[in-house]
């Protein structure tokens, strides 16, 4: 069995409640082992006999919808896939943790489109690109951002997790 980490678009924002002890039990009954969720917004520990993460993403987004009525982007990582999200993130260290964000998204980025956009980016926030992943210092905050109004022709679906969230994950998908 492999532990892997779900992390799910969405959920108790913008009017999408969802109950972890729910959520949890759900899983569980469809055959996700030694569940647990991390902070309640959508992050679901679990363990699963080896399986691609599109595959584990696709049976947990229909668990979702069809449980609780909600369609969640859902993206699965591993521990280490979680630590490189850290430890690639530019950003790390240069502003505080709840304003550095990874956004990871189902597959790899168009990187020349991405960079293009990065390019031609002129902020404030502060954007890099990685695999599955682009990162965001939001420097002063997430709320007034008008980055992804600015994104939206590179048509990316993603979820996002503060640098504090991720290690938080991380220490209890790992301790």
């Known amino acids: ?50 399986a691609t993460d599109a595959e584990l993403a696709a049976r947990i987004a229909d668990v979702v919808k069809n449980d609780f009525g909600i369609e969640s982007l859902v993206v699965v990582r591993t521990a280490n896939e979680l630590r490189a999200a850290i430890d690639d993130n530019p950003f790390v260290g240069e502003n505080e943790d709840r304003f550095v964000h990874t956004h990871f998204v189902p597959e790899p980025l168009d990187r020349p489109a991405f960079e293009a956009f990065v390019a031609a980016y002129d902020g404030p926030e502060r ?43 991380l220490d209890k998908m790992t301790g």
């Open 127 to 169: 954007v890099a690109v990685g695999d599955r992943a682009f990162f965001v210092d939001y420097r002063g905050g997430v709320g007034d951002s008008k980055l992804h109004q600015k994104m939206r022709p590179l048509g990316l679906r993603n979820t996002a997790r503060n640098v504090g969230s991720l290690q938080r994950i």
């Open 1 to 50: 069995m492999t532990r892997y980490a779900a992390l799910l678009g969405s959920i108790n924002v913008g009017g999408n409640q969802l109950k972890m002890a729910e959520l949890r039990a759900a899983l569980a009954d469809r055959g996700f082992a030694n569940v647990a969720t991390v902070i309640a917004s959508g992050n679901v520990l679990f363990d699963h006999a080896p």
